[in-house]
């Protein structure tokens, strides 16, 4: 649309609003420490290596909450290369840095914890310098200062993502309560399942992040050609998408299905019992990879098309309403089964919802593309 004003104003705001915001939460992950780590499933075994751990990720909190938050800016700004060279250089850091910290320095999980947060701070350090020499933005002093109106503009659709990424939190607490509660009862106890389905979670979140890196640098596309009235191309981009989400899904449902314990021994090795339980939880959980990274894909590109709603639906509808709710129920009549019964469930039934709402969208965009060609 060529507003150069409102689009300065917007990154200024969402630059001074991260920062406000990883203040705010960093104070609050100190006040409520404990309950959070015990929320999450920590034990008497566990509870003082997590401590020590939360106590140094907690204080990164700003830093990594400024550096996530320029990276979109980043690639808005027409500048991709760049925005992946910050995470790339700051997970490099964070990989090079932990064996140091851990083997060489003796740290342990607070060398760890302190690796995690050097990375982070290249990758903030590299996009402060980016935000002083961009392409098309052109920042003044005004620009930074809170405007409810801006505010009120993107708030919204970024309320989609913050919703999404706390029901999620929300879900792995439920799931992991319900693994102490229900793995106490079973031959493999409370220990196990806690730590490998934590491992799980890790392979999990390693394919739903290339899944939401396909997603996310759609997002700019969709909203650039959506704005220019391109109805046609933000189709393209739709079907292109969920079919690259789909190979993504396949080649990982295979590799987690044939491969359960080679993954599992990249993070360590133990007794016979652990990795029976580590097979179950890989062939369970993740037997539905496929729906669940179009299901993320669906999220994001209906915020793309500023669909704030029915993204936030999807998203809440997936971690909340199927992820808790499965979560919490499934248990009562499986057992611990049960618990890994509920994540391929939840991504069944969201799949349904998510065809009606892609259906609907690939609608719209057909009607709004033969108006505008009829013009």
């Known amino acids: ?24 939460v960093m104070v609050l992950y100190y006040i409520f420490r404990d309950p959070l780590l015990a ?18 990720i907690a204080a990164g909190i700003p830093i990594y909450v400024f550096g996530q938050a320029a990276n979109p800016i980043i690639r808005a700004d027409g500048s991709p290369n760049f925005a992946m ?11 090079i840095g932990d064996p140091i910290a851990i083997f060489v320095f003796h740290g342990g999980v607070v060398g760890a914890a302190i690796a995690t947060v050097l990375g982070q701070l290249v990758t903030a350090g590299m996009s402060v310098w980016y935000l002083c020499h961009t392409k098309v933005l052109k920042f003044e002093k005004a620009d930074f200062g809170l405007s409810g109106r801006i505010l009120g503009k993107f708030l919204p659709l ?10 999620l939190v929300i879900a792995m607490a439920a799931t992991n309560s319900m693994l ?17 389905l934590g491992i799980v979670m890790k392979v999990f979140q390693i394919i739903i992040a290339i899944t939401i890196g396909m997603s996310a640098g759609c997002i700019p596309i969709v909203g650039y050609n959506y ?37 599992i021994s990249i993070f360590g090795s133990e007794d016979a019992l652990y990795e029976r339980f580590a097979v179950l939880a890989f062939r369970i959980y ?16 209906l915020q793309a098309m500023g669909k704030a709603a029915a993204s936030t639906l999807l998203s809440m509808v997936r971690e909340i309403v199927f992820g808790v709710g499965f979560a919490l129920l499934l248990p009562r ?7 890994l019964y509920s994540m391929p469930v939840s991504d069944v039934l969201t799949a349904i919802i998510s065809a009606i709402l892609l259906a609907q969208t690939y609608r719209q965009l057909n009607r709004l593309h033969a108006q505008t060609e009829g013009v």
């Not at 929320?39 to 106590?55: C, I, Q, S, V």
């Not at 102490?180 to 490998?196: C, H, M, N, R, W």
């Not at 391109?230 to 969920?242: A, E, I, K, P, S």
């Open 286 to 301: 993740l037997c539905m990879m496929v729906l669940a990274c179009i299901n993320k894909a669906a999220f994001i590109f």
């Open 227 to 263: 704005g220019a009235k391109q109805f046609g191309r933000c189709r393209g981009v739709l079907w292109r998408l969920m079919a690259a989400e789909f190979v993504l899904g396949a080649v990982s449902l295979v590799i987690t299905q044939c491969f359960p314990l080679q993954l």
């Open 158 to 167: 970024g309320l989609c993502s913050f919703l999404a990424q706390i029901s």
């Open 39 to 56: 929320l999450f499933g920590a034990t008497e075994a566990n509870l003082p290596y997590a401590r020590d751990y939360f106590a140094w």
């Open 85 to 95: 060279g910050c995470m790339l250089a700051g997970a490099v850091t964070n990989v």
């Open 333 to 339: 009549f499986f057992g611990l089964s049960g618990v």
């Open 1 to 24: 649309k060529q507003n150069a004003k409102d689009a300065n104003r917007a990154v200024g705001n969402a630059v001074t609003l991260s920062v406000l915001v990883g203040i705010v």
């Open 180 to 196: 102490v509660k229900y793995g106490a009862q079973s031959e493999f106890g409370a220990d196990i399942p806690l730590t490998v």
